[in-house]
């Protein structure tokens, strides 16, 4: 006997968890940026390889978890918040996971060493980079929370403090940025012009995967305001 | 008259099967809508449920289920038209019976959302054009009890709102709202218990000889909410006792708070629900009884016998207890995004709206009034996600399940006349 009325048909399924499980994939993926970065640094192909397989399965489940989400969340939806913010959070988490395999992709087709000297500059921007990308998470963890006190009260002020940390976090990133890009310009003869435009492309990639989280922090911050 | 004289008791005991029958259909579905928002929201178990239902139901049903059982009984029918045929009432009663009894099993087979209410309103009014004449029929109550269709769940969604805004602002967004949803569950159980019995007990026991008048039934109506309170801060101290909530975990503090007063408001909403849902059984089977106890007088002015409503009560308990603790445990699992606190408002806001519904005598679905209260509490930022597709889904039932009912009562009410003349 089918069991089906109104009632349960109201219930649409809660399309925060799944925003939750798309960004925890996407920041598995975020995660593994430095370790490819370090690889490509340490002449051995195969960590590339493997870190830039595991970055590709995670973009395909984020992908598949997006497209599973979209589904369920069709206009007729009615949500404690503007249900287009969400689509907009969803499309930003997603380009961190694009970002990641693009940079993986890269490390993948073309040897991407740099002189020594720049390794540590590198390693403090990408690092800092996927700590903005942390912090969204750690935004992104609390969301349950802010869907049963209805997005208001001292848990969204503490969500509040948490996305100006993650403009913080994305200021300094820019920093971070200029000086590795500074360091990249004086020794682009060393590197070779390819190379230097590659990285400078590079570059901006590691720096979008913080932009992006902050562009979602900020999206956070128009789901509080309502 | 002669028929009645001679097939009465068959009759009446046909009425009582049919009513049996409705009941149990009633009991079988439509308790599980009731208590849906309860279950689903974590903090009631279907058997807590069940034994919920059980003995609030029964009491809806006798002690405030007379108003609506009347308006089913002898509102929708103008009764000066058949008084010289009044075993066609009887017929046309039964008739509507077996059908929206025939047309609830058939439905809830399918899946379709039906109401209940709008099945027997809808037979009731098909038997009465096919049979007597579109002029029998009481089309001024008729538009009446429409409109209350419409103007309940709206209601039901105001209230759900006011209510859900005012926790939202005295205990969640307070700075600690573990202590502050300690310190305020009882006045909202007050609330509960105060508006509910008030609305009950004001001139509306009539049928068992009580008669307060108004500070009588103020009075009585603020004790029962001051237990209801007790009971209440009570059941919080002991689920919260030794339990400290820190910053990190104050929501999860809160629903502690709310989770035992979800039992409270299973009761208000069985209580809610019997009294006005039951009267959709047994409302023809006292219009049976009363014809056949007069000899045919169809304009009497018998009293709701309190026997008839207890046997729609008891009606609606074998149904809960054959196959709607099925449907309640699949409507709890489905509905996950309540939490206690916004269970607790959607709850409360539909018990409130169907007990004055109850009161004023107009017969309204429980389950859309649900809805509606759901929403409420949607549209106060309370719930995850709400498909609002169902809107869609309510006018539909509208729109089959009155001509359904209708047809079906019409074809009946032929047959039996057939049959028995």
């Given amino acids: 006997m089918v069991i089906k009325n109104p009632l ?20 598995e993926a975020a995660n593994e940026v430095p370790g490819l970065l370090l690889a490509a640094q340490d002449n051995t192909s195969n960590g590339v390889g493997e870190s830039r397989d595991r970055i590709y399965a995670l973009e395909n489940e984020a992908d598949s978890i997006k497209n599973e989400l979209r589904s369920h969340l069709p206009k007729t939806m009615y949500l404690p918040v503007d249900r287009r913010e969400l689509l907009v959070i969803l499309d930003l988490q997603d380009s961190i996971a694009d970002t990641a395999q693009d940079i993986a992709g890269m490390m993948v087709v073309r040897d991407m060493k740099l002189p020594d000297l720049m390794h540590a500059p590198l390693m403090d921007l990408t690092n800092r980079c996927v700590d ?14 802010l869907v049963s006190v209805g997005f208001r009260g001292p848990e969204a002020d503490k969500v509040m403090y948490m996305i100006d940390e ?3 976090i994305e200021t300094e990133t820019d920093r971070h940025a200029v000086n590795l890009m500074k360091i990249l310009f004086e020794h682009e003869e060393e590197i ?8 400078d492309r590079v570059i901006h990639w590691i720096g979008d995967l913080a932009n992006f989280a902050e562009r979602a922090g900020n999206r956070h911050r128009l789901l509080l305001a309502r | 008259m002669e028929l009645i004289a001679l097939h009465g008791s068959t009759l009446l005991i046909l009425a009582i099967i049919f009513g049996v029958f409705m009941t149990w259909g009633i009991g079988a579905n439509d308790v599980a809508n009731a208590l849906g928002t309860s279950v689903g929201s974590g903090a009631l178990t279907v058997k807590t449920a069940i034994i919920v239902a059980a003995i609030f139901e029964f009491a809806g049903a006798s002690l405030a289920g007379s108003s609506v059982t009347k308006t089913i009984r002898k509102g929708i029918i103008d009764p000066e038209l ?4 009044p075993e066609l009432l009887i017929f046309g009663m039964l008739a509507a019976l077996l059908a929206a009894g025939c047309w609830l099993a058939l439905a809830s087979t399918r899946g379709w959302p039906v109401s209940t209410t709008h099945s027997i309103v809808g037979a009731i009014v098909g038997f009465a054009v096919a049979g007597i004449g579109v002029e029998a029929v009481n089309w001024s109550k008729i538009s009446q009890i429409v409109a209350s269709w419409v103007v309940s769940p709206v209601l039901g969604g105001g209230i759900a709102f006011v209510l859900m805004l005012s926790i939202q602002r005295l205990i969640l967004k307070s700075d600690n709202p573990f202590f502050s949803a300690v310190r305020y569950a009882p006045y909202y159980l007050f609330l509960v218990g105060f508006v509910i019995s008030l609305v009950t007990i004001f001139k509306g026991l009539k049928h068992l000889d009580i008669d307060l008048n108004g500070i009588e039934s103020t009075a009585v109506a603020a004790a029962i909410g001051l237990i209801t309170a007790l009971i209440g801060k009570r059941a919080v101290g002991r689920a919260t006792a030794n339990e400290n909530f820190g910053a990190d975990d104050m929501t999860a503090g809160v629903e502690r708070v709310f989770a035992p007063m979800i039992v409270f408001t299973a009761c208000a909403m069985a209580f809610a629900h019997g009294s006005n849902d039951v009267a959709n059984g047994v409302g023809p089977l006292a219009a049976v009884y009363g014809l056949i106890q007069t000899g045919g007088e169809v304009a009497q002015h018998l009293p709701m016998p309190t026997w008839i409503l207890a046997l729609g009560g008891a009606g609606i308990v074998l149904g809960l207890a ?16 309540l939490t206690p606190t916004s269970g607790f408002c959607a709850t409360v806001s539909a ?52 001509p359904a009912g209708g047809f079906l009562a019409a074809a009946f009410f032929f047959m039996l006349k057939g049959i028995f003349t």
């Avoid at chain 1, 070779?192 to 990285?199: D, E, F, H, R, Y």
């Fill in chain 1, 8 to 27: 349960m048909q109201l219930f649409g399924q809660s399309p925060f968890k799944p925003l939750q499980d798309h960004f925890k994939t996407v920041l």
């Fill in chain 1, 132 to 145: 903005a990308c942390n912090q969204l998470g750690s935004i992104m963890e609390e969301m349950d929370q």
């Fill in chain 1, 166 to 168: 993650l403009n913080k």
């Fill in chain 1, 192 to 199: 070779g012009a390819v190379s230097t435009i590659m990285w």
């Fill in chain 2, 82 to 85: 058949i008084s010289d045929s």
């Fill in chain 2, 322 to 337: 054959t196959y709607g603790y099925r449907v309640m445990r699949t409507i709890g699992s489905r509905i996950t995004s």
């Fill in chain 2, 351 to 402: 018990a409130l709206t169907v007990v004055i519904a109850s009161r004023t005598a107009m017969p309204v679905s429980t389950t859309h009034i649900a809805v509606g209260a759901v929403m409420g509490v949607g549209l106060a930022r309370g719930i995850a996600a709400l498909d609002l597709r169902v809107i869609g889904s309510i006018f539909l039932s509208w729109i089959v399940t009155l």
